[in-house]
């Protein structure tokens, strides 16, 4: 079955400090990854698409990483900002159909403090 | 930034009663998409939708729902007979052609079914 896995569930971090959300998916056949940020009340906004081929992609603050041989990922939130509360989620997608069966994991409920 | 625009931004409605559900997606964006996600559960998807037609769609997406694109803007989603179960919000995406492109999302639709 194909699924997506985030760890943790929730996380808090005091401003200014770092932090990496993990992700492990079993889908088939993969397409491509994808980690989007969620604000409360709001639709998901893309933040990076990573295929088969692509082992690391930064967009700003955000750097994700694909190890598609362990079926892992990684987002990496660098000096994070008050307004960078929000939950954070994988999707997979699967197929050859472009975008259209996305696979989402459940998310990482992030809480940046003062 | 064109966005994807959603209305209206909650309906309730009774059990029983159809309920259609309205987006317009980015102008030049091709694919259309409907998600759904149940309070504290994953975003899941429901049905994608090209060139006039279901290019795919889930086992959620029964004969109780239906899409369609009534003119060169909008793009609606309807549930026949809702149930309980239907509350939850709906997202609508869209993307251009170019392949691994983003999805855009709306800020979504709640639907509470009384």
């Known amino acids: 079955k194909n699924q997506v896995e985030q760890s943790p569930q929730s996380l808090i971090i005091l401003e200014g400090k770092n932090c990496t959300l993990q992700?492990?998916?079993?889908?088939?056949?993969?397409?491509?990854l994808r980690w989007y940020k969620q604000d409360t009340g709001r639709g998901p906004v893309s933040l990076t698409i990573?295929?088969?081929?692509?082992n690391t992609k930064s967009n700003g603050r955000y750097t994700a990483t694909l190890d598609a041989d362990t079926k892992q990922s990684s987002l990496h939130i660098t000096a994070s900002q008050l307004s960078d509360s929000a939950s954070y989620i994988c999707?997979?997608?699967?197929?050859?159909?472009?975008?259209?069966?996305?696979?989402f994991g459940q998310g990482t409920e992030l809480s940046v403090k003062p | 930034e064109p966005e994807v625009t959603q209305t209206p931004s909650h309906q309730v409605t009774q059990m029983g009663q159809e309920v259609i559900l309205r987006c317009v997606p980015i102008s030049n964006h091709l694919y259309f998409y409907w998600y759904r996600q149940i309070l504290g559960q994953k975003v899941e998807f429901l049905v994608s939708f090209y060139n006039n037609e279901i290019s795919e769609k889930s086992e959620i997406f029964d004969d109780q729902f239906s899409v369609e694109r009534p003119d060169g803007s909008n793009f609606t989603l309807k549930i026949r007979s809702t149930k309980l179960e239907d509350s939850a919000m709906y997202f609508c995406?869209?993307?251009?052609?170019?392949?691994?492109?983003?999805?855009?999302f709306g800020n979504g639709t709640r639907l509470t079914v009384t």
């Open positions: 995406a869209s993307r251009d052609r170019v392949h691994n492109s983003p999805l855009h």
């Open positions: 990573m295929t088969f081929s692509e």
């Open positions: 992700c492990n998916y079993t889908v088939s056949p993969f397409s491509n």
């Open positions: 999707v997979v997608s699967a197929g050859k159909n472009q975008g259209g069966k996305l696979i």
